[in-house]
């Protein structure tokens, strides 16, 4: 089993920036996709950003540009920095973890996801 623990989340105005963290323990794990994924009451949980093992990154349009994913492979550790905040960015922030192959964008593609942090984004 794996567990992952998200960390980071907070109440943030409009235009500011918020880092999160995401640690992943338990069954070593070498090669990889970590993603991000968040979620407002009554949507579906939407894709954020991805990267893998290998470095190769994915986002989501909305957060392009704003948006930063990096990962800290001795660790097992994904980070997500957010610049540039927009009301709209408010909602839970999930961490989720599959294999190298997965597909970044779809949340079956992962098999492990954390509890969730709080991202509020006042205007």
């Known amino acids: 089993q794996v567990q992952l623990v998200e960390s980071g989340g907070g109440l943030v105005q409009a235009g500011g920036s918020l880092r999160l963290s995401c640690a992943a323990s338990?069954?070593?794990?070498?090669?990889?996709?970590m993603g991000w994924f968040r979620q407002t009451p009554g949507k579906e949980r939407e894709f954020v950003a991805a990267?893998?093992?290998?470095?190769?990154?994915g986002y989501a349009d909305s957060v392009k540009g704003r948006f930063t994913i990096s990962t800290d492979n001795a660790k097992v550790m994904v980070y997500l920095q957010m610049n540039s905040l927009k009301p709209e960015d408010t909602a839970v922030y999930y961490c989720t973890l599959g294999s190298s192959s997965a597909i970044m964008s779809r949340r079956s593609s992962y098999s492990y996801r954390g509890q969730g942090t709080q991202v509020t984004v006042s205007a």
């Open positions: 990267i893998r093992s290998g470095g190769s990154t």
């Open positions: 338990g069954r070593a794990v070498s090669t990889y996709t």
